[in-house]
């Protein structure tokens, strides 16, 4: 589906496993409308897809806009994906199994749908808006429950042939390490990933040795968060702050090897961990890459922090489908 | 430099740390002539530059026609590179530094020249007229010296801001591991290139556990070449293939996480260690990807030997700068 009109509405959707949200843009990427509201996943996948029309729904109201006004849709979504039929194949978190989110979208709202990995599209969305602007080459590293990472090079997402790729939290750091939840063992996620941390930190508490982080959120690994392992630092569990150090030196250290291979301008780091601890994070990840990445990449090579928060999804998702639209 | 012209004739050339070759290519890549010669670095940046030039005539002389009926001039040469400007920076085997290759071609042949590394033109090459043609994203690794990488994504070589990238030999594969030409530890190139393959198999030697090793080169690395290591093996030696099995393995490992990032749907394995024991490199490299890398990723993925040998760096090259002349 394409059309040739001039496009003055473009609606990004980021579809998480907590939380959605659809955000209506104008031509110039400002936004018009949004509104988010609980995925719910558990009640299944009709119901979830039930709240996504919803959601579009809401957001357009609140834009004072139809969706006939729409150019396009972007979603943002767990994968793996078939990107070009538009399919999600699996999301766990949603229980899903091939769910043709394209074509339910484009047929009822008529309008062309494009859906992206969540971790492309927030990318995306900081190479055309935010930390990562005109940059040759950009890469995306999300820690979070898992690590995600994506590249935009010279404007564009690298892709595999049917789904996403830069699967950087299965990037092997050890050769006998922890049983990862890909099979694999050893990958970086095990090591770097929210859970990892999570699971460290749980295990210091236990032993005594994270008194403020025992005190504020026991050792369910549910309840340590990107948010209070921060706190836990700031109210003076020094462990906490070195296990937290160890896996962005990690992650970094993971990332100068990617660096080698892909020689990008700008390295952002986004998502949960980072926004609660930027500093950390950039400190450890610079210091890493800096001297683990070959000298020539190294020249110029700036490590950020993401600028967008919970935007840059929305915003990304809107901005490829507008590409695709127009294309 | 761009002509308008259209195009009859197109030359390749490789300059290699121990010899040089070019070849004329018509307008269907069929080779209508070439010459080759030794390198002799030693002697220097100003002779080896004049016998680039002679090689050049030398190829037009055999191909019969005139430097004005190029196309343009690619030469595939060792790195770092200055890609726009066509300024090899550093080439420590031919004495080398900021040798302005493009300009000096283009002055004496009046022909657009495009330079670019030897990987990435031996990739090219296989992309455009060998065992990688039609990918839509190859990737090419050469153990060799050194292990070289290289991709071509879409139909375009991925590359640096300056120079190439894809320093697949410097994905670190051990934490605490050999030291690397690089400054660090646990390269890839630590284990699996042929140096380390060498240094590994003359140590065997000189223990006594690979006789046939010892009579045929001795304990020297710089005797023990990719085809001695075979007819060792050939001729019983079978510690030697273990070590070429486990250097094959390791590679094998590290494309794994390659392959997770970009998800390529061929990998090309080509130079002088393949060429001389395809059947091990490619069962090895073909299992620990098969094993290693995540499972949307290996699905239709293919591991293949080169096809083009010699000629893949000289037709990449070719090809690389009829396609920079005619943008």
């Not at 150019?71 to 039929?85: H, K, M, N, S, T």
Request: hydrophobic share 45%; with cysteine; net charge positive.
């Amino acid at each position: 589906m394409a059309t040739k009109k001039k496009y003055e509405y473009w609606m990004g959707f980021d579809l998480g496993g907590t939380k959605m949200m659809a955000t209506v843009f104008d031509a110039k990427f400002k936004i018009k409308g949004f509104h988010r509201t609980k995925t719910k996943g558990h009640e299944g996948a009709k119901e979830v897809l039930a709240r996504m029309l919803e959601t579009i729904e809401e957001a357009l109201g609140q834009a004072r806009i139809q969706a006939s006004e729409l150019g396009a849709i972007g979603v943002g979504c767990p994968g793996p994906l078939d990107l070009d039929r538009g399919i999600i194949l699996h999301a766990p978190n949603l229980g899903w199994r091939n769910v043709h989110l394209k074509d339910t979208l484009e047929r009822v709202f008529h309008c062309p749908t494009t859906i992206a990995n969540d971790v492309d599209v927030g990318t995306f969305g900081e190479y055309r808006f935010g930390a990562a602007q005109g940059a040759r080459c950009a890469l995306g590293v999300f820690p979070g429950t898992g690590i995600g990472g994506a590249c935009v090079y010279e404007g564009h997402l690298l892709r595999g042939t049917i789904g996403s790729c830069m699967e950087i939290g299965h990037i092997k750091i050890q050769a006998e390490g922890r049983l990862c939840g890909c099979g694999q063992r050893g990958c970086l996620e095990t090591t770097a990933s929210r859970l990892a941390i999570s699971a460290d930190a749980a295990a210091a508490a236990y032993r005594g040795e994270a008194p403020h982080l025992l005190k504020l959120a026991g050792t369910d690994l549910r309840q340590i968060k990107s948010g209070v392992l921060a706190r836990a630092i700031d109210e003076g569990d020094k462990v906490v702050e070195v296990i937290v150090r160890n896996a962005a030196h990690q992650l970094g250290a993971a990332m100068a090897g990617v660096v080698n291979l892909l020689a990008p301008d700008v390295v952002v780091l986004g998502g949960g961990l980072v926004e609660a601890m930027p500093e950390i994070y950039l400190q450890e990840v610079r210091s890493a890459v800096q001297s683990l990445s070959m000298k020539p990449f190294v020249k110029g090579l700036k490590v950020v922090a993401a600028r967008l928060g919970d935007n840059a999804g929305v915003m990304g998702a809107a901005a490829l489908a507008a590409e695709a639209a127009v294309k």
